[in-house]
């Protein structure tokens, strides 16, 4: 069983920086492909980001595209989201997950091609 564990959320000012943290359990993590989104109140949820298992392909959503960065070490079985330059609108709930398919070079934006979720971790931005 796949288990992923978010952290680094919290309460930050308008133009102010944090970084998640997503821990995956299983030896297998470094062959998947691992995906960052987020559901704000009242919205559905959304994509931000992606990175593959090789690690040189990363997709950004047009609204954190420049100012959001996901990385992943392997080593540490961990993926990352730096995000810079934070406004209100990325206040929302934050969720990793794990691609279905091994060694899939292309990443997906599409919720449905993640099969493993993590609980989630809160970021509030104020004005």
């Known amino acids: 069983q796949v288990q992923l564990v978010e952290s680094g959320g919290g309460l930050v000012q308008a133009g102010g920086s944090l970084r998640l943290s997503c821990a995956a359990s299983g030896r297998t993590f470094i062959n998947y492909a691992m995906g960052w989104f987020r559901q704000a109140p009242g919205k559905e949820r959304e994509f931000v980001a992606t990175?593959?298992?090789?690690?040189?392909?990363?997709y950004y959503s047009d609204a954190v595209k420049g100012r959001f960065t996901i990385s992943r070490d392997n080593a540490k079985n961990t993926v990352y989201l730096q995000m810079n330059n934070l406004t209100p609108e990325d206040t929302a709930d934050y969720y990793c997950?794990?691609?279905?398919?091994?060694?899939?070079?292309?990443?997906?934006?599409?919720?449905?091609?993640?099969?493993?979720w993590g609980q989630g971790t809160q970021v509030i931005v104020s004005s």
């Open positions: 990175i593959n298992w090789q690690r040189y392909k990363a």
């Open positions: 997950a794990r691609d279905r398919s091994p060694l899939r070079v292309a990443t997906s934006t599409d919720e449905g091609a993640y099969e493993y």
